[in-house]
Nanobody, 121 residues
Framework: QVQLVESGGGLVQPGGSLRLSCAAS????????IYWYRQAPGKERELVAT????????DYKDFVKGRFTISRDNTKNMAYLQMNSLKPEDTAIYYCNAYRRLRIGVSNDYWGQGTQVTVSS
C-alpha cells in the first residue's frame, strides 16, 4: 500500500521556522523525484521545491529561494522541507509528491494528504 504522510505543520509567527517531513512507504522511495507543493485558500496548487531521485539535485521557486531547503534520506524513506524566515504569504497546505516516469506516457504519481502551515502573529 503506497503512502505519503506529511507532518510538521502548524502555527508559527512571521520570521519563524518549521520543518515539514514526508514519510513514504509502499514503493521504492529512492527511485522517485520528490516535490513539495502548496495550496493557499482560493489559489491553485503551486510547486515549491524539487529534489531529484538519483542526483539529489534541488530546485526552488523564486518565492522560497534562500529561505526553504528540501532534502531527503533514502535510507529512512523520508523527505523534508526546512522553512525559515516564514512570511504570512507562506500560509498554505503543503503537500509531498513522489513522481517517477516509468516509460513514455506512463508514470507513478503519489500524493500525501497535506499539512497545514499558518504564518501569523
Amino acid at each position: 500500500q503506497v503512502q505519503l504522510v506529511e507532518s510538521g505543520g502548524g502555527l508559527v509567527q512571521p520570521g519563524g521556522s518549521l520543518r515539514l517531513s514526508c514519510a513514504a512507504s509502499g514503493f521504492v522511495f529512492s527511485d522517485y523525484n520528490i516535490y513539495w507543493y502548496r495550496q493557499a485558500p482560493g489559489k491553485e496548487r503551486e510547486l515549491v521545491a524539487t529534489i531529484m531521485s538519483t542526483t539529489g539535485m534541488t530546485d526552488y521557486k523564486d518565492f522560497v529561494k534562500g529561505r526553504f531547503t528540501i532534502s531527503r534520506d533514502n535510507t529512512k524513506n523520508m523527505a523534508y522541507l526546512q522553512m525559515n524566515s516564514l512570511k504570512p504569504e507562506d500560509t498554505a497546505i503543503y503537500y509531498c509528491n513522489a513522481y517517477r516516469r516509468l516509460r513514455i506516457g506512463v508514470s507513478n504519481d503519489y500524493w500525501g494528504q497535506g499539512t497545514q502551515v499558518t504564518v501569523s502573529s
